[in-house]
């Protein structure tokens, strides 16, 4: 571990100590986020130099207003905004504080509602906030493939049955179809898929799955003959006739099967409605949740807050504008 890492490290209590003065004061929210990014050790942001200084108001003497640094080597001006999700923002960074610590301790979510009215600010900017810390949240490109014994099903998000008096299952309506992969006692990846033939399920798994790993799912016919591509094999269990865990063994889809009540008791009781549009980055959200669920609250915040660096969430405009 770097020094710079380790001057990052900050524990539960620290960050709870920090968490609320930098949630109401603008000076004490920017220098927390100063802290979490640069730690100890500022620098700047164009040129990685450490040559760096607080830029202060030529009257007062004090900090400037807009918190700027200056480089003494390439002579640019920049701040904590700068090369986050935050950047151009004009929401005042203490809402971005308040956000992520919200987003990031609640189990099920927190609404942009809810967001609104505890920071005083409106609508349409309290879903501009939140939109970008569940892209901040976004997992990276380049994580690993999951490992180990992994439980794959499919869940179904929103819409209604197709006709009345039909089945409110997944299968058949017009509720939007995610695949789920899980390794046990380890990370999740969620998925929108266009449909749960064998050929979308199976080139899931083995975009997400590594070949030595153990394949566990329900008797759904999509999965089948998936087993011969990998080392573990191919397990499942039988939820039409009831069985939901193997008799004397471990063959169960459990896990996969209560990071789906999360995320739907989340949308049913946080959200209300979730469009097929948006859905992805509520899933980053819950993938985020429960792949740091093991930590503590602090912990999971300035992971959070640490992952919206180097991020920028950019909506084209149209011609007709």
Request: glycine share 8%.
């Amino acid at each position: 571990m770097t020094n710079r890492e380790r001057n990052h490290q900050l524990t539960n209590s620290e960050v709870i100590a920090d968490i609320p003065l930098a949630c109401s004061d603008e000076l004490a929210a920017v220098e927390f986020l100063e802290k979490q990014r640069w730690g100890n050790d500022p620098c700047c942001i164009k040129c990685g130099s450490v040559e760096v200084y607080k830029m202060a108001d030529a009257k007062m003497g004090e900090r400037n207003r807009r918190y700027l640094w200056r480089c003494r080597d390439c002579k640019e001006q920049y701040t904590v905004r700068i090369g986050t999700v935050y950047e151009e923002s004009r929401i005042e960074l203490r809402h971005w504080v308040y956000a992520f610590w919200r987003a990031c301790t609640s189990k099920k979510g927190v609404s942009a509602l809810e967001i609104k009215r505890h920071c005083q600010i409106s609508y349409k900017s309290a879903l501009f906030l939140m939109n970008r810390i569940r892209f901040a949240m976004a997992p990276d490109e380049e994580a690993s493939k999951l490992s180990g014994t992994v439980e794959c099903d499919e869940m179904y998000i929103g819409g209604k049955p197709r006709y009345r008096g039909f089945s409110k299952r997944g299968r058949g309506t017009s509720k939007t179809p995610v695949f789920v992969a899980v390794q046990r006692q380890g990370g999740i990846v969620r998925r929108i898929i266009p449909d749960v033939t064998a050929e979308t399920l199976q080139g899931a798994i083995r975009e997400e799955v590594t070949r030595q790993s153990r394949i566990i799912t329900d008797e759904h016919l999509g999965y089948r003959g998936i087993g011969s591509e990998f080392d573990g094999g191919h397990e499942t269990v039988c939820h039409g006739t009831k069985e939901y865990v193997r008799l004397g063994t471990d063959i169960h889809t459990n896990t996969a099967e209560s990071s789906h009540a999360l995320v739907k008791r989340g949308i049913v009781g946080i959200y209300h409605n979730v469009s097929r549009e948006y859905l992805h980055r509520y899933l980053w959200q819950y993938d985020f949740l429960w792949n740091n669920r093991k930590r503590n609250d602090g912990e999971r915040t300035i992971i959070g807050i640490k992952a919206a660096e180097g991020k920028r969430l950019m909506y084209k405009r149209s011609l007709a504008n």
